[in-house]
């Protein structure tokens, strides 16, 4: 079981996400295939980069994306295919703090303002985070093969041009994963568009999943990699790749390749949208199921090893010896060797170096920490410091606000506060409402320790209950049985404000055929009454009182 608090169930996700999320397109369109290469349109090129908020709950949902088209802004009918038949599953568990590059496809010129994303439904797998297997009768997919994304910001391709379209799968909002009255589990996926502030430029920084595949061809100064996705992807190689020849246990060159070969490729890219290597490992025979990236899902500092996730969601123990660097996002250091681990704990995304990965025993060389988070149970708040309590393995830190310090709440980050006062007063609760939070940390080289460079507040999912007191004037009554076994009941506010407003939807059971609507504000006096089933999710505010992040009925059950 990953060693993390069981309440980062609910994490982090990027601003303007409403209950419209769930809706998805019908109707039918052209589409063209970007890849066809028989129009003589001017084109641009286009990368098409998965990402996702991160989750605690589950260590792997692994989907197959079949299909990414893009629309037309002047003309809806109009679709341009800019990925399709893809074989590989995906863990979006994975894609907290790297991109996955689906894609690197040639665009017509246009001006773009949606997309749409399929998956294959009964390719989804899911995997709780203490390695329970959901099985697939319980799992039922809402829309998946036809999910309409609206563009935050147009895509503008013109010819010649380089162009990043980034979409996050926000796993972590309480409507990704419902779990049903009867135990089953409703699938609604919530993707959004996910525009980079310093556009291609910010590609640059921007940390890629390790890329699987075969050797299609060698250049002279790079390489075709045949993805287990279905598509190529160029990779160029300067002075800075460093190979690995799996076969013979030792450093490689680039001269080792060759076609149809087995590769595991880490990538950058460039403001061009080229693609460089930064690691390839290479092998005649399949390569081991090994990745350099995952989360820590738990540290043994006894015996010194580390638990990281794999590509199959499964950790695997990478141990640390005396010579092991480990470092912060490349740049600072951490120390070296089982000292270091002391800095280290479950939640971490890591890249890991092994020194043999064909080895039963894996031997770290490096452990560079991508991205530091702690997340829990928000105590002991005041104007300098706070704590995260983890009640189910008794863990508490204590982290500084670090400069720059700012909080908001979740799905909210452009509406940010720096006012530490006011953070302590919202750290409040009664009974099953214990204020959630979760934190990007920061190294401070002067102390030595973590700071805490931001705090999010987390919806905490309440019980299933039910509404109690009719939608009336702004608010609710919610009524539900708690962890004491004790009935409680909250009064909670719904936003009306448009981009503020909580997702609220219904969840209707026909004869075993699951729906999920939406509900629009207009319609909450209607379908919010008592005594409705439901469930809910709400956030603290600094007045000690409570507000609806997500509402869910359940009608039909």
Not at 213 to 225: C, E, K, N, P, R
Not at 421 to 437: I, S
Not at 457 to 484: K, R
Not at 525 to 538: D, I, Q, R, Y
Request: glycine share 8%.
């Amino acid at each position: 079981m990953r060693l993390t608090p069981r309440s980062l169930t609910l994490l982090a996700l990027p601003a303007g996400l409403t209950a419209l999320a769930l809706l998805t397109a019908c109707g039918g369109s052209s589409s063209t295939s970007a890849s066809s290469g028989t129009s003589t349109t001017p084109t641009g090129t286009a990368s098409i980069i998965l990402t996702d908020a991160p989750s605690d709950q589950w260590s792997a949902v692994d989907v197959v994306v079949t299909k990414i088209t893009l629309v037309n802004k002047a003309d809806h009918t109009k679709e341009v295919v800019a990925f399709q038949g893809s074989t590989a599953k995906i863990n979006l568990v994975d894609l907290d703090s790297v991109g996955e590059l689906l894609a690197t496809a040639q665009i017509p010129e246009g001006t773009y303002d949606a997309v749409r994303v399929s998956i294959d439904p009964s390719s989804v797998t899911l995997v709780k985070s203490d390695g329970t297997v959901i099985p697939s009768s319980q799992v039922k997919v809402v829309g998946g093969t036809n999910v309409w994304v609206p563009l935050s910001s147009d895509l503008v391709v013109t010819q010649g041009s380089s162009n990043a379209l980034q979409l996050d799968f926000d796993l972590s909002h309480p409507l990704f994963l419902v779990q049903l009255p009867d135990g089953s589990w409703v699938m609604n996926l919530q993707i959004h568009h996910k525009p980079n502030a310093n556009g291609m430029m910010g590609m640059a920084q921007m940390m890629f999943r390790a890329r699987k595949g075969t050797v299609a061809s060698v250049g002279t100064s790079s390489f075709v990699l045949h993805t287990d996705s279905g598509n190529d992807l160029t990779v160029n190689v300067d002075n800075g790749a460093k190979f690995i020849d799996v076969d013979a246990h030792a450093a490689g060159s680039f001269a080792g390749l060759a076609a149809g070969k087995n590769a595991l490729v880490t990538l950058r890219m460039q403001a061009d949208g080229s693609l460089w290597a930064v690691r390839v490992w290479y092998s005649t025979t399949a390569l081991p199921q090994w990745t350099p990236e995952g989360h820590v899902y738990g540290v043994d500092r006894t015996n010194n090893w580390i638990a990281v996730s794999t590509d199959t969601g499964a950790p695997r123990r990478i141990y640390v010896d005396s010579d092991t660097a480990f470092t912060f996002r490349t740049a600072l250091s951490l120390g070296t060797g089982p000292a270091a681990l002391a800095d280290i704990w479950g939640g971490f995304k890591v890249q890991v170096e092994v020194k043999d990965p064909l080895q039963a025993q894996l031997h770290a060389a490096s452990v560079n920490v991508q991205r530091a988070v702690d997340g829990g149970r928000i105590t002991a708040a005041d104007t300098s410091s706070f704590t995260y309590t983890n009640p189910f393995f008794g863990l508490s830190r204590t982290y500084a606000y670090a400069n720059g310090f700012d909080w908001w709440y979740l799905g909210l980050p452009g509406t940010t506060y720096a006012d530490t006062g006011a953070f302590a007063a919202a750290v409040t609760g009664a009974g099953d409402v214990r204020v959630q939070g979760l934190s990007d940390l920061t190294w401070n080289t002067t102390t030595s320790a973590w700071d805490a460079a931001n705090a999010i507040f987390l919806p905490v999912p309440l019980p299933i209950g039910a509404i109690s007191t009719s939608y009336n004037g702004g608010q609710l009554g919610f009524t539900f049985t708690n962890s004491s076994a004790a009935t409680q009941t909250l009064t909670v506010g719904l936003n009306t404000t448009t981009g503020l407003q909580p997702a609220v939807v219904e969840v209707h059971n026909q004869a075993g055929v699951i729906t999920v609507t939406p509900l629009d504000a207009s319609t909450w006096s209607a379908k919010l009454v008592a005594p409705t089933p439901a469930k809910v999710a709400v956030v603290p505010k600094p007045d000690g009182t409570f507000a609806a992040y997500a509402v869910a009925i359940f009608t039909g059950f």
